[in-house]
């Protein structure tokens, strides 16, 4: 029997199952973080900050819109893996993946930002790799890509550490022509400006903006401490063991059979690893360092680890590990 090969039915009433859950496990207050309140102020809300308070959510509302978005995110995560034919067979695995690398993810209010964030930088990574088909200069497709990592800098300013990535991006995917730099410079920018530029026009209070947008990008909340002091408990270590175990795995997998793969499904591949070292630096090591973060470094290795899957056949202990990886997920929202 093989589990980790489901169909596109399947696949989707899994991850019914576990966003359910996650939104069980998170409702019951079993998954609580220590978010200090002293390191951060008040937090950025661009809706808040266009004027438009009265469009706040309940605390409930937040938890379902969550909930739909990590839905959404799971199946846009496994398209955009198959569209680059990343797995030498087709697999909706990164689906489910991407919804068990986020079971330590907090589902509140402030968890709707990076989630919209993850979404943007899903679209534009998918723009990006496009780009590598387009014989001359891929401005339309660059631009975009350079657009939507700023619409994710203007909804969850901490994402300005993944902005390195619009170049890139540009690197690996393109000849990096100085015209296609420049365009990515202009679309990263551009939201960011524009939504400044409605602050000033609307007579709102730039100078206080700017200060919580600025304080969103360089203070942290604290919810890191337990995994930068390894203050975990054993689900946590375990959680964490397997999900580097399949990692290396899933590496050394897609180097012994590189050969068989395209050479664009190389480079998606190599930019999914450097995505993958990154976001887990930037969560970890950044000034604005958070466990809000987990959805943005869900991105990358729910991409990467089924290569492991796809690429072998199906035994005894792929299956294991893949069982062993839901059931500590699951537990992390209870225990």
């Known amino acids: 029997m093989d589990i980790t090969r489901s169909s596109l ?72 893996a198959i569209r680059n034919v990343i797995f030498l067979e087709r697999t909706y695995m990164p689906s489910v993946l991407f919804v068990l690398l986020s079971s330590m993810f907090y589902n509140n209010e402030q968890s709707i930002a990076p989630l919209v964030a993850t979404m943007f930088i899903v679209i534009a990574s998918s723009m990006g790799m496009s780009s590598y088909m387009v014989k001359r200069m891929a401005i339309r497709k660059l631009f975009s890509s350079a657009l939507y990592f700023g619409l994710a800098l203007s909804v969850y300013p901490p994402s300005v550490y993944l902005a390195p990535f619009v170049f890139v991006i540009v690197s690996i995917f393109r000849i990096s022509h100085i015209k296609e730099w420049i365009v990515a410079i202009v679309g990263l920018v551009l939201p960011i400006g524009l939504m400044f530029l409605v602050f000033w026009s609307f007579e709102l209070d730039f100078q206080y903006r700017w200060s919580l947008f600025y304080e969103a990008m360089t203070i942290n909340d604290g919810s890191t401490r337990m995994l930068r002091g390894w203050n975990l408990d054993i689900v946590q270590y375990l959680f964490i063991a397997i999900v580097v175990l399949l990692f290396m795995l899933s590496i050394i997998r897609f180097l012994r059979t590189r050969k068989s ?26 000034p604005a360092r958070s466990l809000y973060m987990l959805p ?29 990886l839901l059931m500590l997920s699951i537990a992390l929202l209870f225990l």
């Open 9 to 80: 039915f399947s696949t989707m009433l899994y991850c019914l199952i576990l966003v359910a859950l996650f939104w069980w496990g998170t409702t019951t207050g079993a998954q609580q973080w220590e978010i200090d309140a002293t390191l951060r102020g008040d937090s950025w809300n661009i809706l808040d900050q266009l004027g438009f308070r009265e469009w706040r959510l309940s605390d409930i509302s937040s938890k379902i819109i969550g909930a739909l978005l990590m839905f959404v995110i799971s199946f846009m995560v496994a398209r955009l």
């Open 296 to 324: 943005i470094v869900a991105l990358p290795l729910s991409i990467l680890i089924p290569i492991f899957f796809a690429a072998s056949r199906p035994t005894f202990w792929n299956n294991a590990l893949y069982i062993t």
């Open 261 to 286: 793969y395209k050479h664009r499904s190389v480079l998606c591949v190599g930019y999914f690893v450097i995505f993958s070292f990154w976001s887990v630096a930037v969560m970890l090591l950044s």
